[in-house]
């Protein structure tokens, strides 16, 4: 069965340092993987996917993810992060149609 | 254009009423899904629609829980005897047409509190 784990429910992150927030998927195929941001009181935005023509796929608002199969890995990264990036992040697998999601990750970002 | 609505926004009711929760897909996509996101936690699939047909209906938790979209296009969903544990936000999404690398996109949600 397929299962999606984020690790660090939260993470704060001064403006204009990295952004990494981590994600690892299990499944017996081949994963389909995204990521979503969710701002306050809105639905989710998608940022970026991987559908196995490369590995290092590059998303919206400077946002980047690298899949490592060896890893069981897809992280999201940004190497300078916003005020304007302070949100909820869900890692989701959609390899078998419907997307299965992580618990996310609420990204803080201070002044 | 036009994205997924969902209406109403917000939804309180009493324990043991009807609700009923109303998704309005991206024109043209065959796709329609219904998640339940509760609070801490990523949002979890109730039920898959291609076309008229539900296609996997495998994550309605009981059978209070029915969703229809009789012309292909507008879905309803249908909670029977709420629970105060159904309190949760319900998001809708589509696709194009419903293959498994397709972007899902998805509605606001609809915020039920059942008291």
């Known amino acids: 069965a397929q299962s999606v784990t984020q690790l660090g429910s939260h993470v704060s992150v001064s403006e204009g340092a990295l952004v990494l927030l981590r994600c690892n998927y299990s499944s017996s195929v081949p994963p389909y993987l995204f990521w979503y941001v969710q701002y306050p009181n809105q639905g989710l935005q998608l940022l970026l996917k991987y559908t196995s023509a490369a590995t290092l796929v590059k998303g919206i608002n400077g946002f980047e993810a690298e899949f490592k199969k060896s890893e069981t890995s897809f992280h999201l990264t940004k190497p300078s992060a916003h005020m304007s990036d302070a949100a909820e992040y869900f890692c989701a697998d959609g390899g078998s149609e419907k997307l299965v999601f992580g618990k996310g990750t609420k990204l803080t970002v201070n002044p | 254009g036009a994205g997924v609505s969902q209406t109403p926004s917000n939804k309180v009711t009493e324990k043991g009423k009807y609700v009923e929760l109303r998704c309005d897909p991206i024109?043209?996509?065959?796709?329609l899904y219904w998640y339940r996101q509760s609070l801490g936690q990523g949002p979890e699939f109730l039920i898959y629609f291609q076309g008229t047909g539900a296609a996997d209906d495998s994550g309605l938790p009981n059978d209070r829980f029915f969703a229809v979209r009789p012309e292909g296009s507008v879905s309803t969903l249908k909670i029977q005897r709420t629970e105060r544990g159904d309190s949760a936000v319900y998001l809708c999404?589509?696709?194009?047409?419903?293959?498994?690398?397709?972007?899902?996109?998805f509605g606001p949600g609809t915020r039920l509190l059942v008291l």
């Open positions: 999404a589509s696709s194009l047409s419903g293959g498994y690398q397709e972007t899902q996109y």
């Open positions: 024109s043209g996509h065959t796709a």
